[in-house]
């Protein structure tokens, strides 16, 4: 076993004999599942467009989260193809239904942190954006709590996602808004939406 394997498995195995418990199960159960095919935050992007004085930071946030998919799943999850942690140690248990794909890095947690970490690059009230980055620390430590993941596929999972964040808020303030047609541009913010008062 290699020393990141042994680190891994020592985090997994304090996790299940000290810090669960079976009131907590059920809570952190529900937050790991908002994650899930980042139903989660492509609500929130879908409120963010709904508003005329969020649309732009929708936008944003909905390129950010392209990329991430893309790179994560598309590319890093089949090139590394490691195991889940439960399917190479029996004594592992997870508590929620198995995964499908494979382990690294943590899909929910680079989905969480590509469309959180758009918020404060786009200035978002810290009301917003600071909640918004508290719920992708949640669902990144949940996915280690019900042991889908390892810590380190978690960690490099919010990397990865940070920086596509970062990567779709250049892409989209320094190339889509400035090369992509005005029409194209003026009818997606001239589209109907709610329009909301400064306070």
Known sequence: MSAVDSFDISILEYVMNNI?????????????????AGIAWILLILVLLLFKKTRRV??????????NVILCNGIIKPLVARPRPYDLYQHI?????PQWDYSFPSGHTAASFSVSSVLPYMKMKKRYSI?????????ALSRIYVCVHYPTDVICGAVLGGMAGFAGFMLYTRVIEKKAPKKLMKFIFNFPGIETKEK
């Open 58 to 67: 929708g936008l944003a946030c909905g390129v950010a989260l392209v990329l």
């Open 20 to 36: 669960r418990k079976e009131w907590l199960d059920p809570i952190v159960i529900f937050i790991t599942h908002l994650g899930k």
């Open 93 to 97: 248990v997870c508590i929620v239904k």
């Open 131 to 139: 909640p918004a980055l508290v719920l992708a620390l949640l669902i």
